[in-house]
RNA sequence: GGGCUCGUGGUGUAGAGGCCUAACAUGCCUCCCUGUCACGGAGGAGAUCGCCGGUUCGAAUCCGGUCGGGCCCGCCA
C-alpha cells in the first residue's frame, strides 16, 4: 500500500512503499539522498546500496518511481523520518534534463516571466510555483464558502453571448456558425437576473476582455467572482465585500502561513468592513502630496491607487478601502444613480494594495428608468444581448447591487507578487495562448 | 493604440569597438566523497551573442530595419 510523504514519520520501523518523482537529488558517493515528491510533499530517501543509484544513471529531476524501505526516525531528516535500505522501481524514467530547474525557487524578474510561463508544465512541479495555485484554491474555496453562508446561490452562465452589451471594455468575437459571438465579459446581466430567482447569486467563473493591455495588472481571460444580492443597502453591500476579502485572507494564512512566509508575505491588516474615501477626497490629497494636481479628473490615475493605499495603510492602518462617489457622468446604464447627490454613482471601488481588485455597484431596477438609460447610449433593446435581461426587469427585480471581483488580483496581491500572471497557472495575455 | 526599455550556452547573468579563440553561476556528463538538505572537490561537453542589412581595417559591442519579450499610460478585475 502507498503512504504518503505527510505519513512516513508515523510508521518508523516498517517497511513501507512509496511513489512519486524524483525533486532533487544529493549523491555523496556512500551516502546518497534522494528527494521523492507527491502530492503531500516531500520524502527524503537515503539509498546506499550501488546497485539501487545505479538504476538512477541517466534519469532526471522528474522520474517517477515507488520506492520501498524501513522508516528511520532520525532528527538530521526533513520531517524527522527518511526511508532506508531502499530499493528502487522506476515507472517512468526521464532522459532529458528539465529546461529549468524545479528544485530551487524559479526567477520571477519581469524580464524573465516569459521563461517561466514557457516552461510552466514542469515549473508548476516546484514547490513554490505549486504553492500559489494551492494558495489560490483555498482563497477561492474560502470565497465560496463566505458567499454561501451569506445565503448566495452558485450558478454558472454562459460565456458565449449574441453580442456585446456590458459597454466599456473590448469583447472577443468570434464565428458561431456563421453568425457572430461573443465571449462574455462578465456575468452581469445573468447574475442580475438571477437576483429574480435566488436573490442571491454568485458564480466564480473564467470571463475574457480583448483589450490590448500590456500591463502587469491584466490578462485576457481571468476568474471573475460575480456576485449580486437583492434588498441590500450600498452600505451592505460594502460589507459583504469586505468579509470575501477578510475570508479568503484568513483562510489563505490559516492554511498556507508557512508557504506565503516563503513569499515573503505579509499578513494584510483588514479591518471587518473596509473605510471609504471619495474619489474627490482621493485626488485633494495625492495634489496636495504630490503636486501632481487630478482635482477634477473623472477616474483615479493608477499611481494614485497606489498613493491612497500606501496613506490608507499609515493614517487608517488597512491595506484596503472603497473608493466612493464616482461621477454619474462616467457611470454605465446599469449603475443606480445616488438619490440623495445625483451627480454621482453608487459605485464602490475596493483597492488592495495598491491594486482595483474589485468594482461594485448598486443596479438600477426600475424597468423605465433602466430603458432610459439604455436609451442614453443607443442601445438597440430587441437585441437578443438585452431582450432577456430587460424582461427579468419587466417582470420585477427588487433593489439590488453586486460586484465582481478578480480572483487572481486577490490571491496576487495575498501573496505580493508583482504580476497577476504569476497568480495564473497558465496565463493569458494579448501575445499568450499556451502552454 | 501611444511611450520607454531589453534580447549573449538549457536557465540566470557579465562583457559596451581590437585584450572575445566570448567570461561567471547553475544545470548536464565523467570521476572522488558515509549525514546531505543551494552538499563539497576535480575534469568535460554545451553559444556562429534574436534575425537581416549597414558603418569600420576590425562589431556581441555603433547605426537602420525586423521579430520577440518586459514596463508604463489609456481601459479594467
Redesign the pocket.
Known sequence: MRILSDDVANHAGKTITISGWIH????????N?INIRDRRGLT?V?V?DKKEVEKL??L??GTVLNVTGEVFA?E???GGA?IHEAKLEVITPVID?P???ID?PL?H???????LFEYRPIGLRNLQEAAILKIQAVVKDAVRKELQANDFIEFNSPKLLPGATEG??EVFKLDYFGKEATLAQ?AQFYKQILVGVFERAFEINPTY?A??????????E?M?IDAEAGFVTFDELMEIMSGVVNAAVEAAWATYEPELKRWNATKPKLPKVFPQITMAEIHEKFSKATGTNTVGEK?L???E?KWICEWAKKNLDTDALFVTEWPASEAKFYHKLDDKKPEFALRCD?LFRGV????GSMRENDYNVLLEQLKIIGADIEHPGFKYYLMAFKYGLPPHGGF???L??LTQKIIGL???KEASAFPR?I??LAP
Open positions: 532533487k537529488k544529493r549523491l555523496l558517493g556512500g551516502l539522498f527524503q537515503l546506499e544513471r541517466g532526471q529531476i532520525d538530521r531528516a526533513p527518511e534534463a529546461p529549468v530547474e530551487k526567477d524578474k519581469p524580464d524573465n516571466l516569459d521563461t466599456g471594455a462578465s476582455r483589450e490590448l493591455s500590456a500591463t502587469t495588472r491584466h490578462m485576457t481571468f471573475h477616474d490615475r493608477p499611481e491607487e475596493l482595483e481588485i474589485s468594482t465582481g471581483m478578480g487572481e488580483r508583482n504580476n497577476v495575455d501575445n499568450r
